[in-house]
């Protein structure tokens, strides 16, 4: 057990993974969020969002009382070192809103003793650190950045288990007190100032971002040219220049992060007078990707090209952004399930993790079960890659279906167990 008090502001999947990951490494944790009913479901040992291993987490942490959950934000004055992780969305010109960070900001200078550290954890715009540092300074708070590299669905493992921390400090004491929080942690610490560290996570979201675009339009190609993107992504993963991750084709890439802070670099790059036209490009690419499903879904549901989509019945499978999540913002799902109710098909949709309860998504009728999104559907788009969706009755499915045709954008299912149930199969960049 260690004698460091850490505060978290934010219960957000990023607050709530590094406020339980620092209880795990041994230290006394304050964990604050505005939302009251947020904070009574976590005490009571709920999560309000999927997440694999941290509901087990934060229920241990609640009963040891060494991490404590409240909407009282005087509890961060024993803190030495605060991390804020509140939402930083995307405005209305592209570049992040910071608002919810100032606010946290000016409680925090009021609040914490000389000598502590407050840590931007949030994605932050290259220079926010030191222009928190001017406003903290003259209360005794050193500010330091450490970016998070949290994948959704895969939060706590990616805390414990990072590819790298980086920390970014003008006060070479105050960068060391935040490494130490991570002792036990085995992985690279990279120290650097805090506008490199805060451009070091928008460089990675970034380049992701640009890599699934990239990859997407090879899957496009291989399409045209009956090439095999499984293939193409083999021999260009053995590379280890290049990686094999993130090479897998889809609807687009979305989520909470990847579009918000590619629009957020492309913003500030484009303030700051310097052109970035890969960005511009991976976005477009990826605007482009639901054109390209409502294209397919409009073929296979046996539509000629230009003809008329009113009327008819598609099925869904998945809304979430990525398989074993909840989370349905800036979701390619809901974007290709938007440009084909526009034009005019009837959608039903079934995804694991997103109920009929959750809130409405126009044009979409949410179902809990996936035999009955195949009803009568003319046919089936697959946008999210959840594993149960390979095993489903494919044989009940087609008795239940109008046609048995089905676009897989993720290339989940086994195209023999689909030809073996008389399924007319579209993936995505296969060469089918
Ligand atoms: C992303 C980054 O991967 C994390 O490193 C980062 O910390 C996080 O954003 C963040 O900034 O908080 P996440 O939003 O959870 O994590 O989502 P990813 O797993 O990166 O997936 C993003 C999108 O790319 C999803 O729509 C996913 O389906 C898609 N994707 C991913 C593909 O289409 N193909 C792939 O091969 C991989």
């Known amino acids: 057990m260690s004698d460091r008090h850490v505060g978290v502001v934010g219960a957000g999947y990023v607050g709530l993974t590094s406020g339980a990951g620092f209880y795990h490494l041994g230290h006394r944790v304050t964990l604050v969020d505005i939302d009251a009913h947020r904070v009574d479901v976590l005490r009571s040992g709920e999560l309000p969002f999927l997440e694999p291993e941290l509901e087990r987490l934060v229920t241990q942490g609640v009963a040891s009382e060494r991490l404590h959950i409240t909407t009282d934000r005087t509890g961060l004055a024993l803190c030495d070192?605060?991390?804020?992780?509140?939402?930083?969305?995307?405005?209305e010109d592209g570049a992040a809103d910071l608002s919810s960070v100032d606010a946290v900001v000016t409680e925090l200078a009021a609040l914490l003793a000389p000598g502590s550290i407050v840590v931007t954890k949030s994605t932050v715009p290259v220079g926010t650190t030191i222009r928190i540092g001017e406003r903290l300074e003259p209360h005794g708070i050193t500010v330091v950045s450490n970016p998070e590299f949290l994948r959704e669905s895969h939060a706590v493992h990616d805390f414990l288990n990072p590819d790298r921390i980086v920390v970014g400090a003008s006060d070479a004491d105050a960068g060391q007190r935040v490494v130490d929080l991570y002792a036990g942690v085995e992985a690279p610490v990279l120290r650097m100032d805090p506008a490199s560290a805060e451009l070091a996570k928008y460089a990675s979201n970034a380049f992701l971002a640009l890599k699934l675009s990239y990859a997407n339009t090879l899957a496009e190609l291989c399409d045209h040219f009956a090439a095999d993107i499984r293939d193409i992504g083999r021999a260009m993963g053995a590379d280890h220049r290049i990686g094999a991750s993130f090479l897998n084709p889809g609807p687009g890439w979305g989520g909470s992060?990847?579009?918000?802070?590619?629009?957020?670099?492309?913003?500030?790059?484009?303030?700051?007078?310097?052109?970035?036209p890969l960005l511009r490009a991976a976005l477009e690419t990826n605007a482009a990707q639901a054109h390209r499903v409502v294209a397919k879904a409009r073929q296979a549901a046996g539509i000629e090209a230009g003809g008329?989509?009113?009327?008819v019945r598609i099925g869904l499978l998945g809304l979430a952004f990525k398989a074993d999540t909840c989370d349905v913002r800036d979701s390619p799902a809901l974007t290709v399930a938007?440009?084909?109710?526009?034009?005019?098909?009837?959608l039903t949709a079934y995804d694991p993790g997103v109920s009929p309860d959750s809130p409405a998504i126009p044009g979409v009728q949410v179902v809990d079960d996936p035999y009955l999104v195949a009803k009568d559907a003319a046919v089936l788009v697959l946008l999210t890659?959840?594993?149960?969706?390979?095993?489903l009755d494919w044989d009940l499915v087609g008795t239940l279906a109008q046609r048995k045709a089905i676009v897989d954008t993720r290339n989940l299912l086994d195209p023999a167990v689909m030809r073996d149930s008389g399924?007319?199969?579209v993936s995505n960049g296969l060469g089918d």
């Open 385 to 391: 890659e959840w594993s149960d969706f390979r095993t």
């Open 81 to 91: 070192t605060v991390f804020v992780c509140v939402p930083t969305p995307m405005g």
């Open 257 to 276: 992060c990847l579009p918000k802070d590619t629009h957020a670099l492309l913003a500030s790059a484009e303030r700051g007078g310097v052109s970035f």
């Open 338 to 346: 938007a440009a084909l109710s526009a034009e005019g098909a009837v």
């Open 423 to 425: 399924f007319q199969l």
């Open 308 to 311: 008329s989509l009113e009327g």
